[in-house]
Structures are given as structure tokens and as C-alpha cells.
């Protein structure tokens, strides 16, 4: 698995931007809002949790973007502050862990190779 070496998401849990969709919604919040994980995470480092937890032994590296031949150029810092968007709501986001974890019991049923 190769990644692009220092870059720091932060990846959300699709069924959280929908609940925070909606939460938005129903307490009426207007103007503009961040609505990700507060969590920031290297891609390489999610790739590693990710291989972990499904006990696959994957080598994983990561390499300058120019080295990847990629057809746009990628933010290194692509990660969102929701700050704003957790003060007004309360909400909190599921860790990455937790996800990587429902997503692998969703998998269960299926071999994994």
C-alpha cells in the first residue's frame, strides 16, 4: 500500500456527516461549518491501523507525492478543524477505530485473502 508521505487527513465516518447533517438541521444552524472527525491522522499511519485490525501483513509505504505520478497535486494538510460545528451541537465523532472495527465486523461474512 503506498501512500503519499506526510499527509495528515481527517477521516470521517460517513454515518457522522450524515447525523451531523441532520443535527445542523434541526437546530437551525446556518453560516459555514467544518462537519469532520476531530481526529487527524497520517494516511500511512490509518493504512497501518486499518491492516492491523484486519491481521493482514501489508507492507506499507510512503513516498513524496511527485514520486506517485498522481494527475493533481494533493493538500499534505488536508484535515478540518470542526471545532466551531462540536461547541454548537455536542456531537462527537467516532474514532477511526471504532470504524475500522464496524467495518470489519460488516466483513465478517466475506473472505478476506
Not at 508521505?5 to 437551525?28: E, H, M, Y
Not at 453560516?31 to 481526529?39: I, K, R
Not at 471545532?83 to 478476506?112: D, Y
Request: glycine share 6%; charged share 20%.
Amino acid at each position: 500500500i503506498t501512500c503519499i508521505q506526510g499527509q495528515v487527513i481527517s477521516p470521517t465516518w460517513v454515518k457522522d456527516a450524515a447525523q451531523a447533517i441532520v443535527l445542523g438541521c434541526t437546530l437551525g444552524l446556518s453560516g459555514l461549518y467544518n462537519v469532520a472527525n476531530q481526529e487527524f491522522i497520517a494516511r500511512d499511519q490509518l493504512a497501518e491501523q486499518f491492516t492491523a485490525a484486519l491481521g493482514i501483513d501489508h507492507q506499507i509505504v510512503s513516498k513524496p507525492q511527485v514520486e506517485l505520478n498522481l494527475l493533481d497535486r494533493r493538500p499534505l494538510k488536508s484535515h478540518l478543524d470542526s471545532t466551531r460545528f462540536l461547541q454548537k451541537t455536542g456531537m462527537e465523532f467516532t474514532p477511526m477505530r471504532e470504524v475500522i472495527s464496524a467495518f470489519i465486523r460488516r466483513l465478517r461474512p466475506v473472505s478476506i485473502k
